[in-house]
């Protein structure tokens, strides 16, 4: 990562964070945004992160960010999106639909809007690289959750067909499991309108069971991703828990099966 230029959407998140630190140390040049100012904001500017508040839910904030950015001559080489929400939480016909759609909108095309914005600005070491990530529901139904699961989904497809039209950038999404992060706060806030998630989510931040992935398991496994040749990742949806990513045969297999961890149709 050294000599690198990245920009982190939600570098403020508890993962976004996390990355831009690790980044920072290595020697990169970090540019992220947050959506209000807070004492995480402070401490990355400190470590020497550009930080920059955004709503990327507003295409106005998104044209002023990108309009700030051009004028500081930005370039960047990876690109990670750590932006997300889980409410509102509760049954498709018990929640707000506009409420339901804001939430569909931030964990999809708000974050595409601003990549689309951001295209430009893409550094002379192709392809560029860019990290999103996925969410719960992905092989199965996520009761409760049907905003954040369908956000996700498509960003999963995206991910795809970037891919096929770019050979430019290099997409890649990550599906992380449980990490324990601030969004679960909003879990905890809904109460029984989560469903049988409100106790499994009490169990993991009480550790009762183990499980979990730690915030540096992440960054490695986002590191593999973006060492790897875009002919294995490209295009692709990994789960950092359930994939053998660290195995050294991934690359090659990926590679001689082109639908692999992909959204398709079982036969």
């Known amino acids: 990562m050294s000599q690198s230029k990245v920009f982190i959407l939600a570098a403020s998140s508890d993962i976004?964070?996390?990355?831009?630190?690790?980044?920072?140390?290595?020697?990169?040049?970090?540019w992220g945004t947050y959506r209000s100012q807070s004492t995480r904001?402070?401490?990355?500017?400190?470590?020497?992160?550009?930080?920059?508040?955004?709503?990327?839910?507003?295409?106005p904030s998104v044209k002023m960010l990108a309009a700030t950015l051009r004028d500081q001559g930005f370039a960047?080489?990876?690109?990670v999106s750590a932006a997300g929400v889980l409410d509102p939480i509760g049954g498709f016909f018990s929640t707000d639909f506009d409420a339901w759609e804001a939430s569909v909108i931030t964990n999809s095309t708000a974050q595409l809007r601003v990549l689309h914005a951001l295209y430009p600005f893409r550094g002379d070491r192709p392809p560029a690289k860019v990290m999103l990530f996925a969410g719960g529901g992905t092989n199965g139904p996520f009761d409760?959750?049907?905003?954040?699961?369908?956000?996700?989904?498509?960003?999963?497809?995206?991910?795809?067909?970037?891919?096929?039209?770019?050979?430019?950038?290099?997409?890649s999404v990550l599906g992380t499991g449980w990490v324990n992060t601030k969004i679960h706060q909003q879990t905890l806030a809904a109460g029984i309108s989560a469903g049988v998630n409100f106790q499994r989510t009490q169990e993991f931040l009480e550790g009762n069971h183990g499980h979990g992935s730690s915030l540096e398991t992440v960054a490695e496994c986002i590191d593999w991703c973006l060492s790897s040749p875009r002919s294995a990742v490209g295009g692709r949806?990994?789960?950092l828990?359930?994939?053998?990513?660290?195995?050294?045969?991934?690359?090659?297999?990926?590679?001689?099966?082109?639908?692999?961890?992909?959204?398709?149709?079982?036969?």
């Open 16 to 30: 976004g964070a996390h990355l831009a630190e690790r980044y920072l140390r290595a020697g990169a040049e970090v």
């Open 237 to 239: 949806n990994f789960s």
């Open 76 to 79: 960047w080489d990876v690109l």
């Open 144 to 171: 409760n959750y049907s905003a954040y699961c369908l956000g996700k989904l498509l960003l999963i497809k995206m991910t795809e067909l970037l891919d096929s039209e770019y050979p430019d950038l290099q997409v």
């Open 41 to 59: 904001v402070a401490e990355l500017e400190a470590a020497g992160a550009k930080m920059y508040p955004l709503d990327i839910a507003s295409g």
């Open 241 to 267: 828990v359930h994939d053998p990513w660290r195995s050294a045969d991934l690359v090659d297999d990926l590679i001689a099966d082109p639908n692999r961890y992909k959204l398709r149709r079982l036969s």
